[in-house]
Every structure is written in C-alpha cells, then in structure tokens.
C-alpha cells in the first residue's frame, strides 16, 4: 500500500464531537488503502489514553501536547507577523521536524491535510501531492462571531476573519483539491475564492446507523413526567454556548408558559460557568454522559437553536437516524438539503421556534423518513470511498 501522511489539529479519538467524529471515520476508512502517518495534537489530557486506538490505524503515528492557554498567548504572534491567529496557535518545530523527517524517510509523495491550520507543516521542497480538507470555511465563521460581538472581541474576530481568509486562498490554490462538508459549503468558498472553484468540491459527513438506531433498547434517563427538548453537543464550543443560553433565557420561556412540564435537556461535555448557569427547575446540564442515545431515544424533540453555524451540524444528523422530530433553525440546517418531506421544523425568530415546539408536542410526527434520508444520503463508507479515490488519482 502506498504511503500517506495525515495531518490533523486534533486526534480523532474518541469520534464524540464534531470533527473528531469527521477525521476518525476518514482515518478507519483510509487504513483500509494506505500506509498511514499520523501527525496530530492533543490538546485534552484525557484523550491520551485513546492513543492506542489511533495507534491501530497507522505505521507511525506524532502526538503533541497542546496546552491551550500557552497556545493563546502563543497566538497572538500572529498580530505581529500578519497571519492569522489560528496559525499561530497551532505552529509547532517538533512536529515540524517530524513532518520532514517522515516524508523523507518514507519518500511520501501524498498527504491529507484535515483543517486548514495544519498546512503550515507543508512546503514546496516536501514536492507532495497535496489534498486539504477545510471541512468548513472558518474565515466566515470567525466572521459570524465579529457580527456577534463588541470592542476588542469584535475587531480580534473581524481580524481573524480577513487574514484567515487570505491564508485559505493561498492554501487552496496550492492544493491539488479543497473538500467541504456539504455543497453549500463548498459553494461559498467558491464565491470567495472564484479563481480555484475547479478545485473545490465536497464530502458529506456520515452516521453510523447501526449505532444510532432506535431499534436499540435503553433505558429512560428522564421522569416519566416530564416532556423533553434535549441539546447534545460540546459545550465549550462557542456556538453551542450561544445556542442553549439564547434559547434557555428567550424560547424555553414561552413554551413553559404553556407546558409546565417541559424540561430543557443541555446533553454534552465541558459545560461552561455561563450554562451551568442556567440550571433550573426546567433546565437541565448533565455535562459528559457515557452515551449519548438514551438521551436521544426518550426525548420528545431534538432542538438546534444554533444562531452561528457552519457546515453539517452531526447533531442533527444523529438526531435524525434515532427517528426523532427536530426543530432546528435555518442556520443549523444549512448544509442539510431538504429534498424530501422530512420531520423537521425550520424557525428563526424566538416566537415561531417557541409556536414549532409546542405544536409538535401536542402531536409529535412520526420522523421515520428521516432515518431513511440519514440512511441514503450519509453513508460513512460510501462518502469516504470519494476521498479514497480522489486521494488514489496520479499527477
């Protein structure tokens, strides 16, 4: 098998977050077809016990510590250096060293770049063939966030946004392609960067539907009483955190109003002081759970409140093969095309998202299309077989 280098900012392991689960599922399918070099950060003391399991998958693998308050203050060379943030962050000798020391020991002539930052170990004496996985366009995410925000956070964000967009142009003219994970991803970097859209194209995450399946017996997590909503992601993540406290302090309030027996279920790890704030007699912040579907299979309605989003939300998707009814907003939705009936509310403004769920609680729908749409459109193994033969092409 030939050689690849993959080089990704977080090891994919455990697949409990969102591009944790993206790069695992890329790597379990690819070791499949390459030798495979991994070189990764750690940044969570926990997931070092996981690197066994990663270990499995590769002939080589490089884990770096990351301390991320050292890797802030580490950033901010970025001011004076003109680069973005992002950049700064992440840039690191040892891993640079083995970078070179691996393509030139193995003669590695392909690598797998999994966001975008990690392109920095790559330079044109390496004469690689280049593949570069964006996932998602985080310029515009960071340009989300400067539209959210005030002061120094707003002019840190709007910086970010314009040189890490710079630094993606550069980035996907060297490539020899740029994947996004849905059409409409790719679709706006295509409008931002029109002069490499014939290099741009897109692979949708996948659902192990095996896994989340509600054919699956649990037992409830919840009083019999109560009437669900349930939240599941990290809850460090700064789009999660906006989510829940818009919707716990603006929505859950009208719908209360009228149910008093609805709970808000906040399901996921790290949560942050602002949402452990929020615990209350119809709130609930479990923090890190061992496994994440009882929670889903007894809930009453999944609900994406997400006001800054981008690419696929896994969420979703997982929420969608458990056959559960979702209302989401149009940003949540965004890299998920409704082409057919599915059990989805699509709402935006704090009434219409609030008049959605209690609609669906005096009737909740049967969500049964939408298993078969996760079922049909996000294979693991049939999205990833576009990498591998993308990856397998000649130049």
Not at 228 to 252: E, P, Q, S
Not at 295 to 311: C, E, N, Q, W
Not at 330 to 351: F, H, P, R
């Amino acid at each position: 098998m030939q050689d690849l280098l993959f080089l990704t900012h977080r090891i994919p392991y455990p697949p409990n977050k969102g591009d944790k689960i993206r790069s695992y599922h890329f790597l379990k399918y690819l070791s499949l077809h390459f030798k495979i070099h991994l070189g990764t950060f750690i940044d969570d003391p926990n997931d070092w016990q996981y690197t066994h399991k990663v270990d499995a998958l590769c002939a080589s693998t490089c884990y770096i510590e990351l301390k991320p308050l050292l890797a802030k203050i580490q950033s901010l060379q970025g001011i004076v250096t003109d680069q973005p943030l992002s950049l700064a962050y992440y840039k690191n000798r040892q891993i640079q060293a083995w970078v070179n020391q691996t393509i030139s020991a193995h003669s590695i002539k392909k690598v797998l770049i999994f966001s975008s930052v990690m392109a920095q170990f790559i330079n044109q004496d390496h004469k690689v063939d280049m593949i570069v996985d964006f996932v998602d366009v985080d310029s515009d995410k960071w340009r989300q966030y400067a539209q959210q925000s005030k002061g120094l956070k707003h002019w840190i964000y709007q910086r970010e946004a314009y040189y890490l967009l710079s630094y993606e142009k550069i980035l996907a003219e060297q490539a020899r392609a740029s994947i996004f994970v849905s059409e409409h991803e790719a679709e706006l970097f295509k409008t931002l960067a029109p002069e490499v859209s014939h290099k741009i194209t897109h692979i949708y995450n996948g659902v192990d539907s095996e896994y989340f399946s509600p054919k699956i017996y649990f037992n409830s997590p919840y009083a019999d009483v109560d009437q669900v909503l349930i939240f599941t992601g990290a809850m460090d993540y700064r789009a999660n955190v906006d989510a829940v406290v818009w919707f716990a302090n603006k929505i859950l309030p009208l719908i209360v109003k009228q149910q008093p027996t609805v709970k808000f279920y906040i399901v996921g790890s790290k949560p942050t002081k602002e949402v452990l704030a929020l615990a209350n007699n119809s709130v609930v912040v479990t923090g890190a759970v061992a496994d994440i579907r009882p929670y889903l299979a007894y809930a009453h309605l999944v609900v994406a409140p997400l006001r800054i989003a981008r690419g696929i939300q896994n969420k979703v998707l997982e929420a969608m093969a458990m056959e559960k009814y979702v209302v989401a907003t149009t940003a949540a939705m965004e890299g998920i095309a409704q082409q057919q009936k599915l059990a989805v509310s699509v709402a935006d403004s704090i009434e219409d998202i609030a008049h959605q769920i209690l609609k669906q609680l005096q009737n909740i729908s049967s969500a049964h299309n939408n298993r078969q749409y996760v079922q049909t459109m996000f294979s693991w193994e049939h999205n990833v077989k576009q990498l591998v033969n993308l990856l397998k092409v000649t130049y």
